[in-house]
């Protein structure tokens, strides 16, 4: 049971009124609780693969993850971009793809009419945060995001399926799509022709979709050389500060971040210092 229950507010009528909190402390499957505690690993300056940078960690602790049978989809990370003036801050989830040896980290998106290419370019700071809670652990990282060159970003898209190849040359990222006017979709519940309050069928855009996705199918029919659409590519993160988080018990956490010096020599080698931060 709970330490602390959510307050019922009572109406005028003396009934029980809605109330004021639609969630309160949730414990996993519970609707409130304990919040579980961390006691799977700890994490303390010798156990850092090295001090000189971060990527070595990064890849230690993700091959780690990749052989965890309960992490499903350890590339699988949060992609936090903000644009300027506003200061408006948009996040996603996207999967890594590539870590390479300079230690930049590789997403791949539409980089033209998407939100985040919106954003990136107000404003190169990125930010990317990994989650897997079978090894209760965390990685953030920040930088700045530049674009991969093509040819780096056509072998990339040369391993993907067929279908996906042609979804991204279909797709405009995040563009409104428009419902047919009357509607000849034939949805799920509704009647061919039948008209909502809108003016549109039972087409609620996917057909735009659909039909962008059969323009793309007849340009490269019986293709399979397709190249990467110049407006999509490589997305990559040049770190500045790296932090590895491990979860302890008490919420005592062990927490360590790599931050890049300033200053150094054109083509010199980039230098970090490592510290420890207070959870």
């Known amino acids: 049971m709970a330490l602390y229950q959510p307050p019922v507010a009572e109406s005028q009528s003396g009934a029980a009124a809605p109330p004021e909190k639609l969630i309160f402390a949730p414990a996993g499957s519970q609707a409130h609780g304990q919040a579980a505690q961390f006691t799977r690993g700890t994490l303390s300056r010798r156990d850092l693969v090295s001090a000189a940078s971060p990527a070595p960690q990064f890849h230690a602790w993700f091959t780690e993850a990749q052989a965890t049978p309960a992490i499903a989809q350890p590339e699988a990370c949060a992609l936090s971009t903000a644009e300027l003036p506003?200061?408006?801050?948009?996040?996603?989830?996207v999967y890594?793809?590539?870590?390479d040896a300079g230690g930049g980290f590789v997403v791949y998106s539409n980089l033209e009419t998407s939100r985040k290419a919106r954003d990136l370019a107000t404003n190169p700071h990125a930010a990317l945060v990994w989650y897997w809670p079978a090894l209760q652990r965390q990685v953030r990282v920040e930088g700045?995001?530049?674009?991969?060159p093509r040819d780096q970003s056509q072998a990339y898209f040369d391993t993907r399926v067929r279908g996906s190849r042609i979804g991204a040359w279909a797709s405009r990222q995040s563009q409104v799509l428009v419902p047919k006017a009357g509607g000849d979709g034939g949805g799920d519940g509704a009647r061919v022709g039948d008209v909502d309050n809108d003016g549109h069928g039972d087409d609620d855009g996917r057909a735009q979709l659909e039909e962008w996705v059969a323009e793309a199918e007849r340009r490269f029919e019986g293709r399979d050389d397709i190249p990467v659409p110049d407006f999509w590519?490589?997305?990559?993160?040049?770190?500045?500060r790296v932090e590895f988080w491990q979860g302890r018990?008490?919420?005592l956490h062990d927490r360590f971040v790599y931050e890049l010096q300033d200053g150094g020599e054109p083509g010199e080698e980039a230098k970090w210092t490592v510290a420890r931060l207070s959870p």
């Open 144 to 148: 700045r995001a530049e674009r991969y």
């Open 249 to 251: 018990e008490s919420r």
């Open 96 to 99: 890594l793809k590539e870590l």
């Open 233 to 240: 590519g490589g997305l990559r993160i040049v770190p500045d």
């Open 86 to 93: 506003s200061g408006r801050v948009s996040s996603r989830l």
